[in-house]
C-alpha cells in the first residue's frame, strides 16, 4: 500500500497544477492577506444557537487558494492526522473545481464539514505551513477552505460518493458511531467490507452530536456526512450496546471478523471537592447532552434542564467554551469560567476562547474551586473560589497552578458545569475480561495498526487515548481500519 | 421494533407492559433496567426490568404514572410502538446461597423485585418476600412472588390487604422470628431508607436498588450520581444495586427532587393538552 508521503507527492506534477504554478509569482501569492473568517455579531449571537461563523465565499475562497504556494516538500499535510492531500485540494480551489477540491478531501477524510469546523487548525496543519514555519505569517487558512469546499458540495446537492471497492461480503463491527467510529467505518466500507455500526444512544454521530453545539457544528451538517456514508453501504444500528445488547460473542457468532471499538468517553470527571453532588452541579457530558442530543432548551421537548442565571464553569478545554456559551445563549446574565491556570495555558482552541471572550464571557483565571453551598431544596447557591499562581512547569510542560493560602472567597452561582474531563468508556473493557488496559482505563493498543490484546478488536479515539481531538480520533479509525483489513487479509490467506 | 405485546393495568396508575426485544430477552438478568424514548420529543428514562421472555423475545416493564414521560407511555396501547428502547443495562444482581434471604418490596418497586426473587429462588434460598403498598390495590404482582418465595407477607397502610403497618414493621417481624442472612429491599427512597435502617439494626447485609435520574444511562452523564460510602458513583454502570447501609439517603433524595419544579409544571401542561384533546 502507498504510503501518505507517496499519494501526495504524486498528483503534484500533473499537468494542470504545474500550470497554475506557474499563472502567478510566489512574490504575488505570498503578499497576499489571508481572509477573514465572516461571523455573526458577538451580541446578537450569544442569545441565539445559529452558527457564529458564516463560513468564506467563493471569490475569498479562491483568493485565499492562490496564497498556497503548492510546495515540492508540502509540510502542512504531515500536521493532518488523517492524510489529506491539502495542497491538491487547495489547488482545485484556485482553478474554480470546488467539488473537484471535496473529491480530493473525501478521499481520505469521511467527514470533511465537521473537520473543517472543529479541527485545531492552528495547532496541525496550518502550525506546519510554509508560512508559519518560513515566512512568519498567517498560515493559508486551510481549515476555511477545508469547510467551504465541503459546504460548496452540500449545497450543490451534486454530493459525490467515494469509490467503493467490490463488496467482499466480509462483515466487520464498529463499536461507537463518533468521529474514529466513522473515520473506521467509512475506509472499510471502501475497501469493500460489510460494516455495520452499533451506536448506544438513539442517534449518530457520538460527541459530534450529544457534546458539540449546535452555535458550532449544526446537526444537520453532521447528518448530511452520516448520509453519505450509508450511500456507501455503511449500516447503522441505534439502541444497541456492543457488551451489553449482545456480546462479542454473539456478534462473532453472527458473522463479524473484526471489531473496531471507538466507544469513546465515559465518565466525568469531578474534582471530589465538598457539595459537588448539590442540585444545579452538572458535568459538562450531562449539560451539553441535555441541550444538544435531547434539546432541552425547546418547549415542545420533554427533557428538561435547570436555569442557571449565575453559571460557573470549571475548566479551560474545549468543552469548558462550548458550556459556558451555550449557558449565555440560555440567557445567564453572568457566565463565568474558572481556570486553575492562565488564559495562555487553556487546552481550549484560540479562537474558541476569542470567541468566548467577545460574546462577553468572564474569565477567571488562577481560580479554583474549592467548596460548594447550596440553599434549603439543596441547589447550588453558592461557589467558593480559590486564587492560585504559576509555580515550575509540571510533567504537562505547563506551569504547575499553586494555591495562594487564604484567598479564598465566595461568588454566587446558582448553576455550576464541571469540565475537568472524562475517563473512558467503562462498558466495552467490562464485558472482557481478558482485554489488556492502562491503569488509567484505555485499551491497550499496538499504534501501528490500533490492534488490541485481542487479536479481533481493535481501538481508537477517547477510549484509547482517553481524551482527545475530533480528528485525532478520526485519525486511529483509519489507521485502524488499515490494520483491520491486514488481519483480515492474513486471516483468510491462512485458511 | 419496540411494539407493545401486552398491556394490563394493575390499579388506575399501574401497569404492566409486555415488549417485544428479541436482544434484551436473551441478555438482561435480574437487576437489569432499559432506557426508553417514547418518541422524536421525548425524554429517556430508566425502568428496570420486571421480567423476560428469551423464547417470546419479549421482556416485561412495570410503569406507574408519576410525570409526562410515564403517563404518554400508560396511554400507549397494545400494538403500539416505542421509539428507543436500550438496554439491558447496569450491573446484575450478584446472586449466591446466601442462606434465607428476607426481600422486601414497596410499590412499583416490587416489579423490580421479582427477577431479583426469582433468580435467588432457583439459586436454592430460602426467600421471604415483604410485599407493601398504601392499600390494597397497590399491592401488585402477588402470585407471581407466591411463585418463588417459601413465604409471603403482605402489609397495607390501612390494613385493606394483609396486616395493616409499614414495610418495615413486616420486616421486622420475620427477623425476630427467624435468622436472615441477607435482605434486598426495592421501592420509593424513604421506603429504602427506613427498610436498610430496619435491617441495619441487625446486621443483616442488605441491598437496595437505586432508581435516579439519569440521561444517557451509559456512564456518560453523571446525572444519576450519588455518594456511595463517602465516594461518588454513577448509579448507571456502578449500580443500579449498592450496600444499603453505605447509601447517603439524604443526598439521593434531593438529587431525586431536582427537576421537581420543572417536572409538575410540565405534568400540568400535559394533563391540560389531553383534556384539551379529549
Known amino acids: ?123 496541525q496543519c496550518e502550525l506546519q505551513c510554509f508560512y508559519t514555519q518560513k515566512l512568519h505569517k ?45 473515520a473506521a467505518a467509512g475506509d472499510l466500507a471502501k475497501m469493500g467490507y460489510d460494516v455495520t455500526v452499533f451506536e448506544a444512544l438513539h442517534e449518530i454521530g457520538g460527541v459530534l452530536k ?33 457488551g451489553k445488547t449482545a456480546s462479542f460473542e454473539d456478534l462473532r457468532e453472527q458473522g463479524y471478523q473484526a471489531f473496531f471499538v471507538g466507544s469513546g468517553a465515559g465518565l466525568p470527571k469531578f474534582m471530589n471537592i465538598p457539595g459537588e453532588n448539590f442540585n444545579g452541579i452538572f458535568s459538562s457530558n450531562e449539560y451539553l447532552t441535555r441541550i ?84 434549603e431544596n439543596g441547589r447550588v447557591n453558592r461557589m467558593r473560589v480559590q486564587k492560585m499562581e504559576l509555580g515550575e512547569p509540571d510533567a504537562s510542560g505547563r506551569r504547575r497552578p499553586i494555591p495562594i493560602e487564604g484567598s479564598e472567597f465566595d461568588i454566587d452561582v446558582d448553576l455550576v458545569v464541571v469540565a475537568v474531563g472524562v475517563s473512558p468508556n467503562p462498558i466495552v473493557p467490562a464485558s472482557l475480561k481478558d482485554l489488556k488496559m492502562t491503569d488509567w482505563g484505555t485499551i491497550v493498543v499496538d499504534k501501528e495498526t490500533m490492534q488490541s490484546s485481542i487479536p ?39 485458511n | 421494533m419496540n411494539k407493545i405485546i401486552e398491556k394490563e393495568f394493575f390499579s388506575e396508575n399501574v401497569a404492566r407492559l409486555v415488549i417485544d426485544a428479541p436482544d434484551i430477552a436473551k441478555s438482561r438478568k435480574a437487576g437489569h433496567f432499559v432506557i426508553i424514548r417514547l418518541d422524536e420529543k421525548g425524554e429517556r428514562i430508566p425502568l428496570t426490568i420486571a421480567d423476560g421472555d428469551p423464547e417470546k423475545g419479549t421482556i416485561t416493564l412495570v410503569v406507574q404514572k408519576v410525570g409526562v414521560t410515564s403517563a404518554k407511555l400508560l396511554a400507549m396501547n397494545e400494538g403500539d410502538e416505542i ?22 418490596g414497596g410499590g412499583v418497586g416490587v416489579a423490580p423485585l421479582l427477577p431479583i426473587v426469582k433468580a435467588l429462588h432457583e439459586a436454592g434460598n430460602r426467600v421471604i418476600t415483604v410485599l407493601a403498598g398504601r392499600n390494597k390495590d397497590l399491592i401488585i404482582m402477588e402470585d407471581e412472588m407466591r411463585k418463588y418465595s417459601d413465604e409471603v407477607v403482605i402489609m397495607t397502610d390501612d390494613g385493606s390487604y394483609g396486616k395493616q403497618g409499614l414495610v418495615t414493621a413486616g420486616m421486622e417481624e420475620v427477623i425476630k422470628r427467624e ?47 450519588i455518594s456511595v460510602g463517602g465516594k461518588t458513583k454513577f448509579v448507571c454502570v456502578d449500580g443500579p444495586e449498592f450496600d444499603a447501609f453505605q447509601v447517603d439517603w439524604d443526598q439521593m433524595m434531593t438529587r431525586m427532587g431536582a427537576y421537581k419544579t420543572e ?16
Open chain 1, 1 to 123: 500500500m502507498e504510503t501518505i508521503a507517496e499519494y501526495i507527492k504524486k498528483g503534484r506534477p500533473d499537468a494542470w497544477r504545474a500550470e497554475l504554478r506557474k499563472s502567478m509569482k510566489a512574490k504575488e501569492r505570498t503578499s497576499l492577506e489571508r481572509v477573514v473568517m465572516p461571523e455573526q455579531d458577538p451580541n446578537v449571537r450569544n442569545k441565539n444557537i445559529e452558527e457564529v461563523n458564516f463560513g468564506i465565499t467563493e471569490e475569498m475562497a479562491v483568493v485565499e487558494a492562490h496564497r498556497c504556494l503548492d510546495c515540492p516538500e508540502p509540510t502542512c499535510t504531515i500536521g493532518c492526522p488523517v492524510g489529506i492531500d491539502i495542497p491538491h485540494f487547495i489547488k482545485k480551489i484556485e482553478s474554480k473545481d470546488f467539488l473537484g477540491a471535496a473529491a480530493v478531501i473525501k478521499q481520505t477524510n469521511a467527514l470533511p464539514a465537521v473537520c473543517g469546523r472543529v479541527c485545531p487548525q492552528e495547532k
Open chain 1, 138 to 182: 498567517p498560515a493559508i487558512a486551510i481549515g476555511n477552505l477545508e469547510r467551504f469546499a465541503a459546504d460548496y458540495e452540500r449545497n450543490s446537492g451534486k454530493m459525490s460518493v467515494p469509490a467503493i471497492a467490490e463488496s467482499n461480503g466480509i462483515k466487520v463491527a464498529v463499536v461507537g458511531s463518533g468521529p474514529s467510529g466513522l
Open chain 1, 210 to 242: 450529544y457534546g458539540i453545539p449546535e452555535f458550532r457544528l449544526p446537526n444537520d451538517i453532521v447528518d448530511v456526512e452520516i448520509e453519505n456514508m450509508r450511500k456507501m453501504g455503511v449500516k447503522f444500528r441505534t439502541d444497541f450496546i456492543v
Open chain 1, 292 to 375: 444538544n442530543l435531547m434539546k432541552a432548551a425547546y418547549d415542545d421537548y420533554d427533557t428538561p434542564v435547570l436555569e442557571g442565571k449565575n453559571v460557573a464553569v470549571v475548566g479551560g478545554g474545549n468543552t469548558a467554551m462550548d458550556s459556558v456559551r451555550t449557558s449565555k445563549r440560555l440567557g445567564a446574565k453572568r457566565s463565568m469560567i474558572i481556570y486553575r491556570r492562565s488564559i495562555e495555558e487553556m487546552p481550549a482552541r484560540v479562537e474558541e476562547v476569542h470567541h468566548a471572550q467577545a460574546e462577553e464571557i468572564e474569565f477567571m483565571n488562577l481560580h479554583n474551586p474549592v467548596e460548594y453551598y447550596a440553599d
Open chain 1, 456 to 494: 479481533d478488536i481493535f481501538a481508537g479515539g477517547d477510549i484509547v487515548r482517553g481524551g482527545a481531538t475530533v480528528i485525532l480520533a478520526m485519525g486511529d479509525g483509519r489507521t485502524a481500519a488499515v490494520g483491520i483489513d491486514q488481519y483480515i487479509q492474513e486471516k483468510v490467506k491462512a
Open chain 2, 83 to 104: 421509539l428507543d428502547l436500550v438496554g439491558p443495562l447496569g450491573k446484575a444482581t450478584h446472586i449466591d446461597k446466601f442462606g434465607t434471604v428476607l426481600c422486601a
Open chain 2, 179 to 225: 435468622k436472615v442472612d441477607k435482605s434486598v429491599v426495592i421501592g420509593p427512597a424513604i421506603m429504602m431508607k427506613f427498610g436498610s435502617f430496619t435491617t441495619k439494626k441487625y446486621n443483616i447485609p442488605t441491598e437496595v436498588s437505586l432508581n435516579t435520574i439519569m440521561v444517557d444511562g451509559t456512564g456518560m452523564c453523571g446525572a444519576c450520581r
Open chain 2, 263 to 278: 417536572e409538575h409544571e410540565a405534568y400540568q401542561k400535559y394533563l391540560e393538552t389531553v383534556q384539551t384533546e379529549a
